[in-house]
């Protein structure tokens, strides 16, 4: 019988397997070895793709047939995917505010965008009694703050606005000196974007800018976005208008400053060419770009906001913005008060942003005087009185000549107007009405009086009048600045409207003593004037109201002292014409020719 060989065979099974341990031993050394050097020695990180290229595949979309990674995860495992376009490289984490202070302002920087979030002037305060907010923050979400940037591609310009920038620092104070801000934003599509903010403190309300934009090298030339400006927008209805605009579009060009009514805006959207300054402002507050003479594009935009408190309230701004050729480097700003040596140190220029009217000339020496008498007061509405005394007896003289040149034409009155009357009847081109003329010039020089030399005197002093009166009209100096008692704000209306009253009684007081020449008629409508202008001042500024009335107390004891120096006035011989004879009309005579005939 053939032999199985399967005694045979046995050392051969026993061969086979140590082999298949020996194998097995190999295989689980080789995964060792293997694992270990992978967790010794990570493979580098993959080099990011150019922009444009495919992004690889993550592990969510990979395909089904990939091999799930076997082994526990080490720190260094796998390399993430390369970023995709649009994708922050140089960024902040989240949006953030930083926080910039100077000895006058108190200001909130933003990531998002790198903006502009909160100017407060610190000098100057709002209704409750904190520093003054020039940035409006009653505007819908999604308006542009100021120093947002935008190209004409609407994509990276949605980017810039929405970009949480890098900041050079989280807070800044600036004291003396000065100090930048600046802010930082790249991403993987090539867009790099930078801000740098410029501060002195020597001039705390104005900021130097420079921006930079480029998408894969290619430099972008920005528009600067300041959004709607300044303030509020919510402006109280005043009797004096003129002392509460809203605010408005201003720019200065070719030696003259030009503002825009709201109603007008459209119309006026665009201004460019050399500007000396242009942006937005109101009564007392500024904020403008100051490109010197530079070439420079701006746009207006009126933006009306409706808001819930008080009911049916609007609040409207001025959307505007700012374009340079080429982007803007040091490009100066100016965000504060319209106060005259302020803008002046900034560039000579500003000081136009003030509306001193037709008398600008003699406005700007009557406010230095102004400051220069509280340097020493130390109140404002002790230094208008003060002031306006000072004024009326430098004018004085003139007053008092004009007084007495009055009081004598007074007293010639009847006279004059018994010669005018002898020749009432007469047609002025009829040759004898010349000799009516003859007659009163030869009583003018008889009495040594001349006509003009009433009106004249007056004349000259109507300059000082009126510079003083627009100058206390515009003067932030008396914006939040106390009197006494009750009055605690010169630039609005007494609260309990007793300087007005207070105005119109001297003013009545005054024109019933001062010497005219007016017909009966028209003195009794001079006596409704006083009334007239009480109600006119009721609503205008305390200051204002306070000069007013210190002029008439001037006026009244100058009438006084001029009556007792020429004494008192001299009856006239001659008759009125109003007593002439007259018939009545069933031939008998009037009461009063009968009186004239006994």
Same mark, same amino acid.
């Given at each position: 019988?053939?032999?199985?060989?399967?005694?045979?065979?046995?050392?051969?099974?026993?061969?086979?397997?140590?082999? #298949?341990?020996?194998?097995?031993?190999?295989?689980?050394?080789?995964?060792?070895?293997?694992?270990?050097?992978?967790?010794?020695?990570? /493979?580098?990180?993959?080099?990011?793709? *150019?922009?444009?290229?495919?992004?690889?595949?993550? *592990?969510?979309?990979?395909?089904?047939?990939?091999?799930?990674?076997?082994?526990?995860? !080490?720190?260094?495992? *796998?390399?993430?995917?390369?970023?995709?376009?649009?994708? /922050?490289?140089?960024?902040?984490?989240?949006?953030?505010? @930083?926080?910039?202070?100077?000895?006058?302002?108190?200001?909130?920087?933003?990531?998002?965008?790198?903006?502009?979030? !909160?100017?407060?002037?610190?000098?100057?305060?709002?209704?409750?009694?904190?520093?003054?907010?020039?940035?409006?923050?009653?505007?819908?979400?999604?308006?542009?703050?100021?120093?947002?940037?935008?190209?004409?591609?609407?994509? @990276?310009?949605?980017?810039?606005?929405?970009?949480?920038?890098?900041?050079?620092?989280?807070?800044?104070?600036?004291?003396?000196?000065?100090?930048?801000?600046?802010?930082?934003?790249?991403?993987?599509?090539?867009?790099?974007?930078?801000?740098?903010?410029?501060?002195?403190?020597?001039?705390?309300?104005?900021?130097?800018?420079?921006?930079?934009?480029?998408?894969?090298?290619? #430099?972008?030339?920005?528009? @600067?976005?300041?959004?709607?400006?300044?303030?509020?927008?919510?402006?109280?209805?005043?009797?004096?208008?003129?002392?509460?605009?809203?605010?408005? *579009?201003?720019?200065?060009?070719?030696?003259? %400053?030009?503002? +825009?009514?709201?109603?007008?805006?459209?119309?006026?959207? %665009?201004?460019?060419?050399? +500007?000396?300054?242009?942006?937005?402002?109101?009564?007392?507050?500024?904020?403008?770009?100051?490109?010197?003479?530079?070439?420079?594009?701006?746009?207006?935009?009126?933006?009306?906001?409706?808001?819930?408190?008080?009911?049916?309230?609007?609040?409207?701004?001025?959307?505007?913005?700012?374009?340079?050729?080429?982007?803007?480097?040091?490009?100066?700003?100016?965000?504060?008060?319209?106060?005259?040596?302020?803008?002046?140190?900034?560039?000579?220029?500003?000081?136009?942003? +003030?509306?001193?009217?037709?008398?600008?000339?003699?406005?700007?020496?009557?406010?230095?005087?102004?400051?220069?008498?509280?340097?020493?007061?130390?109140?404002?509405?002790?230094?208008?009185?003060?002031?306006?005394?000072?004024?009326?007896?430098?004018?004085?003289?003139?007053?008092?000549?004009?007084?007495?040149?009055?009081?004598?034409?007074?007293?010639?009155?009847?006279?004059?107007?018994?010669?005018?009357?002898?020749?009432?009847?007469?047609?002025?081109?009829?040759?004898?009405?010349?000799?009516?003329?003859?007659?009163?010039?030869?009583?003018?020089?008889?009495?040594?009086?001349? /006509?003009?030399?009433?009106?004249?005197?007056?004349?000259?002093?109507?300059?000082?009048?009126?510079?003083?009166?627009?100058?206390?009209?515009?003067?932030?100096?008396?914006?939040?600045?106390?009197?006494?008692?009750?009055?605690?704000?010169?630039?609005?209306?007494?609260?309990?409207?007793?300087?007005? %009253?207070?105005?119109? @009684?001297?003013?009545?007081?005054?024109?019933?003593?001062?010497?005219?020449?007016?017909?009966?008629?028209?003195?009794?409508?001079?006596?409704?004037?006083?009334? %007239?202008?009480?109600?006119?001042?009721?609503?205008?500024?305390?200051?204002?109201?306070?000069?007013?009335?210190?002029?008439?107390?001037?006026?009244?004891?100058?009438?006084?002292?001029?009556?007792?120096?020429?004494?008192?006035?001299?009856?006239?011989?001659?008759?009125?014409?109003? #007593?002439?004879?007259?018939?009545?009309?069933?031939?008998?005579?009037?009461?009063?020719?009968?009186?004239?005939?006994?």
């Amino acid at each position: 019988m053939a032999s199985t060989g399967f005694p045979q065979d046995a050392p051969d099974l026993d061969k086979y397997s140590s082999m #298949e341990k020996r194998v097995l031993l190999a295989v689980a050394l080789s995964f060792a070895v293997l694992y270990g050097y992978q967790a010794l020695f990570p /493979p580098p990180a993959p080099v990011d793709k *150019p922009a444009g290229s495919s992004a690889p595949q993550s *592990p969510a979309t990979a395909p089904d047939s990939a091999e799930p990674a076997t082994g526990p995860t !080490s720190p260094a495992s *796998p390399p993430q995917a390369a970023p995709v376009a649009g994708t /922050p490289v140089v960024a902040d984490a989240a949006d953030r505010d @930083i926080t910039f202070e100077n000895q006058s302002v108190l200001a909130v920087f933003t990531t998002r965008g790198g903006a502009l979030k !909160s100017w407060r002037l610190k000098k100057y305060q709002d209704a409750a009694r904190e520093p003054l907010e020039l940035v409006p923050h009653t505007v819908p979400p999604g308006t542009p703050r100021p120093f947002t940037l935008s190209v004409p591609d609407a994509a @990276i310009s949605a980017t810039l606005a929405q970009a949480l920038f890098k900041p050079s620092a989280d807070t800044l104070q600036v004291t003396s000196g000065s100090a930048t801000l600046a802010f930082d934003y790249q991403d993987a599509s090539g867009l790099t974007a930078r801000k740098e903010f410029l501060f002195t403190a020597d001039s705390p309300y104005v900021i130097d800018f420079s921006a930079s934009v480029s998408q894969s090298g290619q #430099e972008l030339v920005p528009t @600067i976005q300041w959004g709607p400006g300044i303030g509020s927008g919510v402006v109280t209805a005043s009797a004096m208008g003129t002392y509460s605009p809203p605010s408005q *579009p201003i720019f200065y060009r070719d030696g003259s %400053v030009s503002r +825009i009514a709201a109603s007008d805006v459209s119309e006026n959207a %665009v201004q460019e060419g050399a +500007i000396g300054f242009a942006g937005v402002d109101d009564h007392y507050f500024l904020a403008v770009a100051v490109p010197g003479g530079r070439l420079m594009r701006v746009e207006y935009r009126a933006l009306d906001v409706p808001l819930d408190s008080p009911a049916g309230t609007v609040a409207h701004f001025i959307n505007w913005s700012a374009r340079y050729t080429p982007a803007p480097s040091k490009a100066r700003f100016f965000l504060g008060p319209k106060d005259f040596d302020v803008l002046a140190a900034v560039d000579r220029d500003l000081v136009r942003s +003030i509306h001193f009217g037709y008398f600008a000339w003699l406005v700007v020496p009557l406010l230095r005087a102004l400051k220069w008498v509280d340097s020493y007061v130390g109140n404002y509405g002790w230094s208008i009185i003060l002031l306006t005394i000072l004024i009326n007896v430098a004018m004085f003289p003139l007053r008092h000549k004009s007084v007495v040149s009055m009081r004598r034409m007074q007293e010639i009155q009847p006279e004059v107007k018994a010669i005018q009357g002898r020749y009432a009847n007469l047609k002025m081109t009829d040759p004898s009405k010349q000799k009516m003329n003859t007659e009163l010039m030869s009583l003018y020089r008889e009495r040594g009086v001349n /006509p003009a030399s009433g009106c004249v005197p007056m004349l000259l002093t109507l300059p000082v009048l009126f510079a003083f009166y627009s100058m206390l009209s515009v003067a932030i100096e008396l914006r939040g600045a106390p009197f006494a008692g009750w009055i605690h704000d010169l630039s609005v209306h007494d609260p309990l409207f007793i300087t007005p %009253v207070l105005m119109g @009684i001297t003013q009545f007081v005054q024109t019933k003593m001062t010497p005219t020449t007016a017909d009966p008629m028209q003195q009794k409508m001079m006596m409704f004037m006083p009334l %007239v202008m009480m109600s006119f001042f009721l609503w205008a500024p305390s200051g204002l109201v306070l000069y007013w009335t210190t002029s008439n107390l001037w006026a009244i004891g100058q009438q006084v002292l001029t009556n007792r120096l020429i004494g008192p006035t001299k009856p006239s011989g001659a008759r009125p014409p109003a #007593e002439r004879r007259v018939k009545n009309v069933g031939g008998g005579k009037t009461d009063q020719a009968l009186k004239e005939r006994k």
